[in-house]
């Protein structure tokens, strides 16, 4: 997070003239966004420099660490700014005096676009340039597409454009995409001096527009866009922008600058306006509001030097994992000598495998382990600063676990637990401290998974939700903030609408056609496949513990009960929704589940519908925007985007439709509506519409509405 100064106005860019050398540096915190009051005061400041009879050459950079992260992305969708950015870099390009871009911290996106237009480029060895473009559901839209390709050639740009990563100056040098690189620092002294090399020796601009090299349909460039196109049909199936980078990519190799520029302008346009675009800044905004929980800003989170994790199963280990990666020591507690060294051995093999796919040197694996310790006594805790519980779900082996924590941890330890959805409450309620008491509930794997719900109890303390929360920072998670319930935000939202699959398949759907039509949607896998990937005892266990509190009213579907009486959980046991043959992690559909399924609904005397793909996404997305209403309702999640992140996070949501909520918006609220009150006539207990949604739809209003973040109403 970066550090605004808000009280004192800065003009968006500065000028200073060193010598015969103009330096223009953008002066826009936090991160030099290319805003239009940016753009207007660059351009002023270049056709300034240029009628400067002292000022020989221009250094474009950016004031404080970065020079620019690109475009303004709080600007999409105000039309009419002027000047637009495409036409600064032109005018720029077009400048009669050398202009030398100085490239350090941050140069993406429109930055990256506005140094591609300089003349000449300097950069610091460790600047982060890329076009991070893609990943908001855009494209470059100011000559990106065309500059890259005839600096660096069609396959290096497509890699840029297409996945978005940032590369360091040191790349950037070997791709052609810059000049020279700078050791350390100092990028903008280096410049003013190469600025006035050039100006000495009477250099004219050199402009890449004007570029031919390399840019005739060569077999690599045209194999390129091939390959490309071969592989986004499969990576980015059903999102907008990736073709259309790569049809832009083929017209800077077949058009001159000009056409290529208008065939950009106008695809960059297209994706700008589309609702794609949106759900990606969504996803972009939520994932940094989320992290402003209203505790850190009333309290000071608690120092957390190392750490303590019970159990070494799968979550245990994987937690373990990602806190010796974030660099902290960890101390796992094990019942016996056995289950430590198990314990042990998976957290190692994980570092192994990284070592054996070349992400890890054997020595830093080496270092890494050296900081993890384990011990069958819990007086191994008495020095930590915080403890994750992941040991195995039941109310009495956490109350134990927490007595024991009780005993032994210092005071101020905070005593977390990974639970998914048992009442933390009690289990606070259960030992001396309930002040220290919350949920930190990691997603498996826990080494791998962004998202960290932090659950917080009635009694905690401030300052141990603070806690949370930058203890989240340090391990790289997104972290939402959840009230207690069964289930949390994330695991009750799916319990109903697994409830609204599980009766469209005793209904008439095929669970292959469930699967298929949400993946077309936009999942990874479809509910089914993610279920056999978790293991179907998890959800049989939750059944049964349901079972005595389920309402009379609910209609309960005994499909998944009749796998997991066979023993087919999924893939660990090679067969559950899918059949898994020899161990392939790639289900191939069961015609005996078919045969099980149709004997239910004869059972259950049902006879089978047919369901469109439409309905069957109306059906789930309905169900995830209701129960999500009814947790606003309830206060477990603070805004409708807490909500979105978990699921863009967690779950595997579709970035590009922004989460379930914002989906919802997209739709229309009123359609949304509409939707249950229809579905409701089936089934009126399960389809009740939430008192949110309704009034949200009577005022005129949508979930956006609701976003704001409690910090702002400070
Ligand atoms: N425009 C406006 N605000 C931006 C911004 C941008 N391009 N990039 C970041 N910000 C804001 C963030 O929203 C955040 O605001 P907040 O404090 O109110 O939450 C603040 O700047 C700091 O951002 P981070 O917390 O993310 O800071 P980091 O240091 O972790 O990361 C960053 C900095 C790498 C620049 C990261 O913010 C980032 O990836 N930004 C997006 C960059 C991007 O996508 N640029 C392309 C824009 S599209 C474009 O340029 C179109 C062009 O081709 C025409």
Same mark, same amino acid.
């Given at each position: 997070?970066?550090?605004?100064?808000?009280?004192?106005?800065?003009?968006?860019?500065?000028?200073?003239?060193?010598?015969?050398?103009?330096?223009?540096?953008?002066?826009?915190?936090?991160?030099?966004?290319?805003?239009?009051?940016?753009?207007?005061?660059?351009?002023?400041?270049? @056709?300034?420099?240029?009628?400067?009879?002292?000022?020989?050459?221009?250094?474009?950079?950016?004031?404080?660490?970065?020079?620019?992260?690109?475009?303004?992305?709080?600007?999409?969708?105000?039309?009419?700014?002027?000047?637009?950015?495409?036409?600064?870099?032109?005018?720029?390009?077009?400048?009669?005096?050398?202009?030398?871009?100085?490239?350090?911290?941050?140069?993406?996106?429109?930055?990256?676009?506005?140094?591609?237009?300089?003349?000449?480029?300097?950069?610091?060895?460790?600047?982060?340039?890329?076009?991070?473009?893609?990943?908001?559901?855009?494209?470059?839209?100011?000559?990106?597409?065309?500059?890259?390709?005839?600096?660096?050639?069609?396959?290096?740009?497509?890699?840029?454009?297409?996945?978005?990563?940032?590369?360091?100056?040191?790349?950037?040098?070997?791709?052609?995409?810059?000049?020279?690189?700078?050791?350390?620092?100092?990028?903008?002294?280096?410049?003013?001096?190469?600025?006035?090399?050039?100006?000495?020796?009477?250099?004219?601009?050199?402009?890449?527009?004007?570029?031919?090299?390399?840019?005739?349909?060569?077999?690599?460039?045209?194999?390129?866009?091939?390959?490309?196109?071969? !592989?986004?049909?499969?990576?980015?199936?059903?999102?907008?922008?990736?073709?259309?980078?790569?049809?832009?990519?083929?017209?800077?190799?077949?058009?001159?600058?000009?056409?290529?520029?208008?065939?950009?302008?106008?695809?960059?346009?297209?994706?700008?306006?589309?609702?794609?675009?949106?759900?990606?800044?969504?996803?972009?905004?939520?994932?940094?509001?989320?992290?402003?929980?209203?505790?850190?800003?009333?309290?000071?989170?608690?120092?957390?030097?190392?750490?303590?994790?019970?159990?070494?199963?799968?979550?245990?280990?994987?937690?373990?994992?990602?806190?010796?990666?974030?660099?902290?020591?960890?101390?796992?507690?094990?019942?016996?000598?056995?289950?430590?060294?198990?314990?042990?051995?998976?957290?190692?093999?994980?570092?192994?495998?990284?070592?054996?796919?070349?992400?890890?040197?054997?020595?830093?694996?080496?270092?890494?382990?050296?900081?993890?310790?384990?011990?069958?006594?819990?007086?191994?805790?008495?020095?930590?600063?915080?403890?994750?519980?992941?040991?195995?779900?039941?109310?009495?082996?956490?109350?134990?676990?927490?007595?024991?924590?009780?005993?032994?941890?210092?005071?101020?330890?905070?005593?977390?637990?990974?639970?998914?959805?048992?009442?933390?409450?009690?289990?606070?309620?259960?030992?001396?401290?309930? @002040?220290?008491?919350?949920?930190?509930?990691?997603?498996?794997?826990?080494?791998?998974? !962004?998202?960290?719900?932090?659950?917080?109890?009635?009694?905690?303390?401030?300052?141990?939700?603070?806690?949370?929360?930058?203890?989240? !920072?340090?391990?790289?998670?997104?972290?939402?903030?959840?009230?207690?319930?069964?289930?949390?935000?994330?695991?009750?939202?799916?319990?109903?609408?697994?409830?609204?699959?599980?009766?469209?398949?005793?209904?008439?759907?095929?669970?292959?056609?469930?699967?298929?039509?949400?993946?077309?949607?936009?999942?990874?896998?479809?509910?089914?496949?993610?279920?056999?990937?978790?293991?179907?005892?998890?959800?049989?266990?939750?059944?049964?513990?349901?079972?005595?509190?389920?309402?009379?009213?609910?209609?309960?579907?005994?499909?998944?009960?009749?796998?997991?009486?066979?023993?087919?959980?999924?893939?660990?046991?090679?067969?559950?929704?899918?059949?898994?043959?020899?161990?392939?992690?790639?289900?191939?559909?069961?015609?005996?589940?078919?045969?099980?399924?149709?004997?239910?609904?004869?059972?259950?005397?049902?006879?089978?519908?047919?369901?469109?793909?439409?309905?069957?996404?109306?059906?789930?997305?309905?169900?995830?925007?209701?129960?999500?209403?009814?947790?606003?309702?309830?206060?477990?999640?603070?805004?409708?985007?807490?909500?979105?992140?978990?699921?863009?996070?967690?779950?595997?949501?579709?970035?590009?439709?922004?989460?379930?909520?914002?989906?919802?918006?997209?739709?229309?609220?009123?359609?949304?509506?509409?939707?249950?009150?229809?579905?409701? !006539?089936?089934?009126?207990?399960?389809?009740?519409?939430?008192?949110?949604?309704?009034?949200?739809?009577?005022?005129?209003?949508?979930?956006?509405?609701?976003?704001?973040?409690?910090?702002?109403?400070?």
């Amino acid at each position: 997070m970066r550090v605004v100064n808000t009280t004192i106005a800065h003009p968006p860019v500065t000028t200073e003239l060193r010598g015969k050398i103009r330096v223009i540096a953008i002066n826009h915190a936090p991160v030099n966004a290319l805003s239009s009051v940016v753009r207007e005061a660059l351009l002023r400041a270049i @056709e300034l420099a240029e009628a400067e009879a002292q000022c020989a050459a221009i250094v474009l950079c950016g004031a404080g660490t970065d020079f620019s992260g690109g475009a303004d992305i709080r600007e999409f969708g105000k039309s009419g700014l002027q000047p637009t950015l495409p036409d600064l870099c032109a005018r720029i390009e077009a400048s009669i005096k050398p202009v030398i871009a100085a490239i350090q911290g941050v140069c993406l996106g429109g930055g990256f676009e506005l140094a591609l237009s300089a003349h000449y480029r300097l950069a610091a060895e460790d600047a982060r340039l890329g076009f991070p473009e893609v990943l908001l559901g855009l494209m470059p839209g100011a000559g990106g597409t065309q500059r890259s390709t005839r600096l660096a050639g069609a396959r290096p740009a497509l890699d840029l454009m297409l996945s978005g990563r940032q590369i360091a100056g040191r790349e950037a040098l070997g791709l052609g995409l810059v000049d020279h690189t700078v050791p350390d620092g100092g990028v903008t002294d280096a410049a003013v001096a190469y600025a006035q090399e050039i100006a000495d020796k009477r250099g004219v601009p050199r402009r890449t527009r004007d570029l031919v090299a390399g840019l005739a349909q060569t077999e690599s460039n045209r194999l390129a866009v091939e390959e490309a196109r071969a !592989k986004a049909g499969q990576k980015f199936r059903g999102q907008f922008s990736p073709f259309r980078i790569i049809d832009a990519v083929e017209a800077a190799l077949s058009t001159p600058f000009d056409e290529g520029m208008v065939n950009e302008r106008g695809n960059f346009l297209e994706a700008l306006a589309s609702p794609q675009r949106a759900g990606f800044m969504h996803a972009f905004l939520a994932e940094r509001e989320v992290a402003k929980a209203p505790e850190m800003r009333i309290a000071t989170q608690r120092s957390v030097a190392s750490v303590g994790v019970i159990g070494g199963g799968t979550m245990g280990a994987g937690i373990a994992v990602s806190v010796l990666s974030a660099g902290l020591p960890v101390v796992m507690i094990e019942r016996d000598e056995a289950a430590l060294a198990r314990g042990h051995g998976l957290v190692d093999k994980v570092f192994g495998e990284n070592v054996a796919k070349g992400r890890l040197g054997a020595e830093d694996k080496d270092q890494v382990m050296s900081r993890f310790s384990g011990a069958t006594r819990y007086e191994a805790l008495a020095d930590v600063d915080l403890v994750i519980e992941a040991a195995y779900e039941d109310m009495d082996v956490k109350k134990q676990v927490f007595a024991e924590l009780d005993r032994c941890c210092k005071p101020g330890c905070v005593l977390a637990t990974n639970t998914s959805y048992l009442d933390i409450n009690e289990i606070a309620a259960s030992i001396s401290r309930p @002040e220290d008491v919350i949920g930190l509930h990691f997603f498996s794997p826990a080494n791998i998974m !962004k998202l960290l719900e932090i659950v917080v109890p009635a009694k905690v303390s401030a300052d141990v939700v603070a806690t949370g929360f930058a203890f989240a !920072k340090v391990l790289k998670k997104v972290p939402v903030r959840a009230g207690v319930c069964d289930g949390f935000i994330g695991n009750r939202v799916l319990a109903t609408y697994r409830l609204a699959i599980d009766y469209m398949v005793e209904d008439g759907a095929s669970p292959y056609h469930v699967d298929k039509a949400l993946r077309d949607f936009g999942y990874p896998m479809g509910p089914l496949q993610a279920s056999d990937l978790s293991g179907g005892d998890i959800g049989w266990a939750t059944r049964k513990r349901r079972a005595v509190t389920r309402d009379p009213r609910q209609r309960y579907v005994q499909i998944a009960d009749r796998l997991c009486e066979r023993g087919w959980f999924g893939q660990k046991t090679g067969r559950g929704w899918y059949q898994y043959p020899h161990g392939s992690r790639i289900g191939v559909p069961d015609p005996e589940i078919e045969a099980i399924v149709e004997a239910e609904r004869q059972r259950a005397g049902i006879t089978p519908r047919a369901f469109e793909d439409s309905e069957i996404v109306r059906r789930v997305m309905a169900a995830m925007a209701n129960e999500g209403a009814r947790i606003l309702e309830e206060g477990i999640a603070l805004r409708p985007l807490d909500i979105d992140a978990v699921f863009l996070h967690g779950y595997g949501f579709p970035r590009h439709r922004g989460g379930p909520m914002h989906y919802a918006d997209t739709v229309g609220l009123a359609n949304v509506l509409e939707d249950i009150r229809e579905f409701e !006539k089936d089934d009126a207990f399960f389809w009740r519409p939430s008192p949110l949604l309704v009034s949200l739809v009577k005022e005129g209003r949508d979930f956006e509405s609701l976003n704001r973040s409690p910090l702002d109403a400070k």
